[in-house]
């Protein structure tokens, strides 16, 4: 298979159709079968649920092609499952682990030209996602859905690949308690569009969010949870019913104490103890895990040891190992793989 004449070190996190996505229907009670089509656009109701009611949830993990030339997924199951503990928040008819992931084999495979090459720095990014397609007017779910999975090759998320960020304490929330921050629903995603507008006008490369009812303790991004190394190299990360359960997070957990024996906490984190830790990364299937720098707040800027010109040890080493479990150079615990081809 001949791969696609791409610069693939100088990709983007951007969008850029490929060949084949999976789409498979919904109606009277059932999902049915599935399949490709090369179709990238969506035909519904002008009254979709999705349209205005913004029913609707997603996932992302990625494609990696291995040192050894396979192409392979990352931890795809706890995808399938988290789409739908989203599915399930939402009213949106699950989709069975056995279709999600016959789709994900069916796509990357169909796609494998645009699985970018070992040591390109770039990966496949592949989006599912659910909506409902049927008509409502009513505020009620919809009676159609659609469920498709595309492909897109993509580079790093954060603009300069893994330099130290600089976020922005925000004075929006993010979620609300008992709301939807532990689900991947659009609707999140639509209502930090405003607060990331304004971090980024001003020249930050994210926002920090609290948590919206005590405004004490650390959240996490609009698109990633937190990680922090104290300055006796244990690792501290948030724990909130109201953040998304990352994949990359629990990943990087196992790797710290499993791989590079290091001590986690799991537990809320209070605002006042950012200017204690020593390093901080963004951890997340696009953020990988990126450095923070500084984080700036209305009470003055928290800066971590690790400084704004490159990633500290701890988060670096945490990234090699995750980074080499993923492209086949490190060994993988069991069930953490599953290759395409
Ligand atoms: N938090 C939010 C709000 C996200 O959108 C994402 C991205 O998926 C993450 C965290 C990271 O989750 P994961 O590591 O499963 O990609
Ligand atoms: C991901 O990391 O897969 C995400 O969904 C984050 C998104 C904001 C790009």
């Not at 645009?114 to 990014?125: E, F, H, I, Q």
């Not at 949870?225 to 997070?249: E, G, Q």
Request: glycine share 10%; hydrophobic share 40%.
């Amino acid at each position: 298979m001949e791969k696609k004449n791409i610069d693939w070190s100088s990709l983007s996190f951007a969008y850029m159709p490929t060949d084949y996505r999976f789409v498979a229907h919904y109606k009277d009670g059932s999902w049915d079968e599935g399949g490709l089509v090369k179709d990238a656009s969506c035909t519904m109701s002008e009254s979709a649920g999705v349209l205005q009611y913004a029913q609707t949830c997603f996932e992302g993990l990625k494609a990696y092609t291995t040192k050894d030339g396979r192409i392979v997924t990352f931890r795809p199951d706890l995808n399938a499952k988290r789409l739908q503990d989203s599915a399930d928040r939402l009213l949106i008819p699950q989709v069975s682990t056995e279709m999600f992931l016959r789709a994900l084999d069916e796509v990357v495979k169909a796609n494998a030209a645009w699985v970018p090459p070992y040591g390109t720095g770039a990966t496949l990014y592949v989006r599912p996602f659910l909506f409902g397609c049927g008509p409502v007017i009513g505020v009620a779910p919809a009676p159609e859905y659609e469920f498709r999975m595309f492909v897109t090759p993509v580079g790093p998320y954060f603009k300069g690949g893994i330099k130290p960020l600089r976020l922005l304490l925000s004075q929006y929330d993010r979620a609300a308690p008992h709301g939807t921050g532990h689900i991947k629903a659009g609707l999140n995603y639509a209502m930090s569009l405003y607060p990331g507008y304004v971090a980024k006008h001003q020249g930050y490369a994210e926002n920090m969010y609290l948590d919206a009812a005590t405004r004490t303790h650390v959240e996490e991004t609009g698109g990633a949870n937190f990680l922090f190394v104290t300055k006796d190299n244990r690792i501290v990360t948030p724990k909130s019913d109201t953040i998304l359960p990352s994949i990359t997070r629990r990943s990087l957990v196992y790797v710290a104490e499993h791989y590079l024996g290091l001590e986690v906490e799991e537990r809320p984190v209070d605002y006042c103890e950012l200017k204690d830790f020593k390093e901080c990364g963004l951890c997340g299937t696009a953020a990988v895990i990126s450095p923070v720098g500084a984080v700036d707040t209305p009470d003055g800027t928290i800066e971590f040891a690790s400084g704004m010109d490159e990633m500290g040890p701890v988060c670096a080493k945490l990234r090699e190992v995750l980074t080499g479990i993923q492209m086949g150079e490190v060994e993988a615990p069991e069930g953490w793989i599953r290759e395409i081809c």
